[in-house]
């Protein structure tokens, strides 16, 4: 049987050292999105031999897990033990976010065993790092006009790394934003606002143990905007998450750019993770011209093991 439980900052040393070495674009394999939104999705892990095995959900209605993870693993030993540890809690086997190689890896060792549907609100938005920093080219002339007017209209404006000093400063402006908003937010809105508040309180809480970096802008020595990540691997960086005041015109592409030109110029790729299905987010995604949208499929199990 698979030993799952819920992550704890103990884990992270083994997780760690099963992820090293490996290659992969999608924002689900690493230790701080497990371990940030454990409460939210019921995230556990369970190791196996070299693989990480992640499951969520709380009940067997919105059981699922994610692909195997690691460097070596077997997927033929693997997938019969996530599907007695499915229907030991009376759920099918699903395996939500699979990436097309993952797909294509199952259906090689598993062939009409498992049916793929594609989860367009799961893509990965995944940016060339020097698109980011430098906005060259025709297609981001908005970009810089907004980056312009930002710096014409807030001349007196600082770019800072978080650390120890202003953690706290990021923390209390996060839920000032929070308060500004909820008035305003439809209801389901309000609930997935408070969880994601709770989450950047907990990443810049524990920034250090969880491998998280950051970098805030301040006009008029107030916190304005901040934006906290973690490398995936040394390829790629993932943006985890990135607020702003909106009372100030540009505040989020300024932010973009200053942490990606500050901190993100040794990584190739910037992943943004993904848009939710949220017509607004989707389109602000694309204004930035994601060099790979990382396609996401919903697996489900078809047989009756």
């Keep these: ?81 996530m599907r007695e540890d499915a229907a030991a809690m009376g ?33 990965d938005y995944v940016y060339l790092s020097e698109n980011l920093i430098n906005l060259r080219g025709k297609k981001f002339h908005a970009k810089r006009n907004h980056i312009s007017r930002f710096m014409r209209n807030y001349p007196e404006w600082k770019y800072e790394d978080i650390d120890a000093s202003n953690a706290v400063e990021c923390i209390n402006a996060a839920s000032g934003w929070l308060e500004k908003a909820l008035p305003d937010a439809a209801d389901d809105e309000k609930a997935e606002l408070c969880l994601e508040n709770s989450a950047i309180a907990l990443a810049l809480k524990y920034r250090e143990e969880l491998g998280i970096i950051g970098g805030l802008l301040r006009v008029d020595g107030n916190v304005i905007a901040m934006t906290l990540g973690e490398p995936i691997n040394q390829r790629v960086f993932v943006t985890h998450f990135e607020k702003a005041d909106t009372d100030y015109e540009g505040a989020y592409a300024m932010i973009n750019n200053q942490f ?26 694309l204004s930035y011209y994601p060099d790979i949208l990382l396609d996401k499929y919903l697996v489900t199990d078809l047989s009756d093991r």
């Design 1 to 81: 049987m698979l030993d799952f439980h819920i992550p704890t900052l103990q884990d992270k040393q083994w997780i760690d050292e099963v992820l090293d070495g490996t290659e992969y674009f999608g924002c689900f394999y690493t230790f701080a999105t497990l371990y940030l939104w454990r409460e939210v999705y019921h995230t556990e892990v369970a190791r196996c031999g070299d693989a990480l095995l992640i499951r969520g959900g709380d009940t067997k209605v919105n059981r699922y897990y994610m692909y195997p993870a690691g460097k070596s693993y077997d997927i033929c030993e693997l997938i019969p033990l």
């Design 91 to 123: 759920a099918k086997l699903i395996i939500a976010c699979a990436e097309k190689w993952q797909c294509d890896e199952l259906r090689g060792a598993f062939p009409n065993e498992f049916s793929y549907e594609e989860s367009r609100d799961e893509f």
């Design 260 to 285: 990606a030109a500050n901190r993100l110029a040794e990584y190739e790729y910037i992943n943004r993770e993904e848009d939710m299905g949220i017509e607004g987010l989707r389109k602000a995604k």
